[in-house]
């Protein structure tokens, strides 16, 4: 059983209780983060932060984000060194995110997409594996590179001389 974790602020609350309610008839083990209430003028990182510090720390296998556009999840998420966040509203990039990139944040604009689509990409991104393949190794191997400040690395490939 994977153990997947899910946040939202007031943007996504409406939808977060949809997914966690199929998620839970899909027998998966699913930690709630946040909000636990509705309230207009709570902020996003306050639920996102924690939820991408347990993917990253391996407590949860997964996480999903979710703000009103899901931009704001995205960019709080991938703050955190070892996640990999991808702002998600199509079914190929659901899957593809995590076949190529190893992705393990999804992030949804609960504010943009209706909750059958929204069901879809979760249930996408979360029957995916990552791919193993060369090519994709050493493309995470280059962005876990930036997260360790490795200055040998440089955007384009171009090394200090």
Do not use: W
Request: hydrophobic share 45%.
């Amino acid at each position: 059983m994977m153990r997947v974790g899910i946040a939202a602020d007031h943007g996504g609350f409406a939808l977060k209780a949809k997914l966690m309610e199929s998620l839970d008839a899909a027998d998966y083990e699913v930690v709630d983060f946040g909000a636990h209430e509705l309230n207009p003028d709570d902020d996003y990182p306050d639920f996102v932060i924690p939820l991408a510090k347990a993917v990253a720390g391996g407590e949860i296998e997964r996480g999903i984000a979710l703000c009103g556009s899901g931009v704001g999840a995205s960019v709080a998420a991938n703050k955190i060194p070892g996640v990999r966040a991808g702002l998600i509203h199509d079914v190929f990039s659901a899957h593809q995110g995590v076949e190529d990139d190893d992705m393990n944040v999804f992030c949804l604009g609960g504010k943009v997409i209706g909750s059958a689509l929204a069901l879809e990409l979760v249930e996408r991104f979360l029957c995916a594996q990552f791919s193993g393949a060369p090519r994709h190794k050493r493309r995470i191997a280059k962005v876990h590179a930036l997260e360790e400040h490795d200055v040998r690395f440089r955007i384009g490939g171009h090394t200090p001389k």
